[in-house]
């Protein structure tokens, strides 16, 4: 580094190379090199330079957000105002599905994504559950299957006919029972079909197998209430975050914790992993009450790789990951903006690009899957706003800009399709396979060949590791054990008067049978 020092000695970069400059149009003579200090620097020398970035060369640096007009939004919606922290939201190449405001129950809207402007009051809902609708998935391979869970303590598959709604929809494809409390969670497996994974408030994970409706697994390792699960690409490994501040990473057929993370200066809320590179990215709050991300190596989670302060505000940070393009969206709860990164494989690793802002706050996100993208457009990532005090589903594209209307194969590579690559009982035996890509050059025309069977069963007991988790499952805080009791005690009396009822009724049945038996018809 070459520096040039004036008559006032002042200290000017120049630059690295050796050759004579000029300035003011005069030639400067061959600049001395500047010597360079350790940690000790001579209290003399005080250059005045100012911080230049370090230039990046990126064919996403220049990414912007674009949202929808008016006429291409979804509007007259009445948006749940749960305070869960989920999405409340879930796209699909077809149907937008939205958790809705509803009295008696849980409710959530299905509409066709052609079908935009404004929604009538009166529109068609699905309204089977008895408590609120938490969280709502589409299945990845099968477009018009949907799985909710809900305060009553259920899973339902439901199964969307072609073109919508017409009517009500009270009777659910599948309903699945197994969790002693309200289930706040539901993940379908990246690639296997027919795989289903849920978390309760009962601090237990279930996967169920869909082909027989019942659940195969039981992973029995939180101390405290899952807030957030996560997949690899090929679903052989599940990252969790957790209530008690504990990041894990399990291998969802046996249950084992492969690693564990305790969490006391970055406290956890989502993780989501970072494609095939073998990485975690987590959001959550620092010791001083500031939003904060964390990046992890999945096989050492002793130490995080980097962590990064992003602002001072409260609301909870969800993060959204792109392994096509490597870029990686956070949308704070209540924020109006969408920051965007790039993720790199060496350090700094994390390298900002830009922000979208808005100045309506968003309650949750929904993701269209990279099959129901504008390729002729350059859109790389489309969000689906929910705006609460507009009633109003806002989509939001994210745009490479391009001059050639061409398909663009370096921002669009293969990516994984709706095929899956695996069958429950494969998965189950331990096989692990990549999902089945596709291309978008000729644009998403095909359509997935799998159709959902729902089974045949009787009501029964659920036994998993020879536990009846409807039955036996002990209280763990003094309200539910009050609420046990009472319950028991309610039951107990309800079982005495239809003890003595039946008590008088063989009585009166014993003096009938005597009075006919002495009835001189019968001597």
């Known amino acids: 580094m070459l520096w040039w020092k004036t008559r006032i000695g002042k200290e000017i970069f120049l630059g690295n190379s050796a050759l004579p400059f000029r ?44 949202a929808a007009s008016r006429e291409q939004c979804f509007d007259g919606i009445p948006i749940t105002k749960n305070v869960h922290d989920n999405h409340f939201c879930a796209v699909n190449a077809r149907f937008l599905a939205i958790v809705t405001e509803s009295a008696g129950g849980g409710s959530f809207l299905v509409i066709p994504l052609e079908q935009t402007g404004r929604i009538e009051p009166n529109y068609p ?11 709502i998935k589409w299945n990845p391979f099968i477009e018009n299957i949907i799985a909710s869970c809900s305060e009553d303590t259920s899973v339902r598959i439901w199964e969307i006919p072609e073109g919508g709604l017409k009517r009500n929809m009270t009777e659910a494809a599948l309903e699945l029972y197994g969790h002693s409390r309200r289930v706040g969670l539901v993940e379908w497996h990246p690639t296997t079909n027919n795989i289903l994974f849920s978390a309760g408030y009962d601090y237990k994970v279930l996967i169920w197998n869909l082909e027989v409706g019942e659940p195969v697994k039981m992973i029995d390792c939180h101390t405290d209430v899952i807030l957030c699960l996560s997949f690899n690409t090929d679903g052989s490994l599940m990252a969790t975050t957790c209530k008690d501040k504990r990041l894990r990473v399990v291998e969802p057929r046996s249950g084992r914790v492969l690693q564990e993370a305790s969490c006391k200066n970055h406290r956890v809320n989502r993780v989501v992993f970072l494609g095939s590179t073998k990485r975690l990215l987590t959001t959550g709050v620092s010791r001083w009450n500031t939003r904060q991300i964390a990046l992890w190596d999945q096989e050492d989670l002793s130490m995080p790789l980097i962590e990064e302060e992003i602002d001072g505000l409260s609301g909870l940070l969800f993060p959204f990951y792109d392994a096509d393009t490597h870029m990686l969206y956070l949308a704070g709860k209540g924020d109006g903006n969408i920051r965007y990164y790039e993720i790199g494989s060496e350090k700094p690793y994390l390298s900002y690009l830009m922000e979208f802002r808005s100045p309506a706050p968003q309650k949750g996100l929904g993701v269209m899957p990279k099959h129901g993208l504008d390729v002729s457009a350059c859109e790389v990532f489309r969000f689906y706003k929910l705006i609460t005090l507009k009633g109003l589903i806002e989509p939001i594209s994210m745009i490479v800009p391009r001059r050639s209307e061409t398909y663009q194969e370096d921002i669009y590579p293969m990516t994984p399709g709706t095929e899956p690559a695996l069958t429950p009982d494969e998965w189950l035996s331990g096989v692990n396979r990549d999902p089945i890509l596709m291309s978008l050059k000729e644009g998403y025309k095909r359509n997935s060949k799998v159709v959902f069977k729902a089974p045949v069963r009787e009501k029964k007991s659920v036994v998993v590791n020879g536990i009846d988790l409807l039955e036996n499952v002990p209280p763990r805080t003094e309200n539910e054990l009050l609420r046990m009791f009472f319950r028991q005690q309610d039951e107990i009396r309800r079982l005495k008067d239809e003890l003595s009822q039946k008590d008088v009724r063989i009585r009166q049945l014993q003096l009938e049978l005597k009075n006919f038996r002495n009835s001189p018809k019968n001597n």
């Open 125 to 135: 809902k699905v309204c089977g559950h008895q408590g609120n609708v938490l969280d």
């Open 23 to 66: 300035a003011f149009g005069k030639t400067l003579p061959i600049p001395w090199e500047r010597p360079r200090w350790g940690r000790h620097r001579p209290s003399f020398s005080t250059p005045a330079m100012s911080w230049r970035p370090q230039y990046r060369s990126s064919k996403f640096r220049n990414v912007y957000g674009k």
